[in-house]
């Protein structure tokens, strides 16, 4: 997988997810475990297609934590 390093948060991201570059942490700790390490919640990010709604705020939550990202060199996103 060809992966591009995201001098912001020091991680991974392949061509195809690219577009999240522009997203920043928002949240500590949101939604599921890590898909690797299966111990680190992966904090939540900033949503451009969030609408209003009365559950509160939805948060891009990529699939793996930032440091399995960098260990594996694989997408934290796919």
Request: proline share 9%; hydrophobic share 25%.
């Amino acid at each position: 997988m060809d992966t591009i390093s995201d001098t912001k948060e020091n991680s991974y991201v392949c061509k195809k997810h690219y577009n999240h570059t522009n997203e920043t942490p928002l949240s500590p700790c949101r939604g599921k475990l890590c898909n690797i390490c299966k111990k680190r919640k992966p904090d939540g990010y900033t949503n451009p297609d969030h609408v209003s709604n009365p559950f509160g705020y939805l948060y891009l939550i990529p699939n793996i934590c930032i440091p399995c990202a960098i260990d594996n060199k694989i997408c934290m996103w796919c």
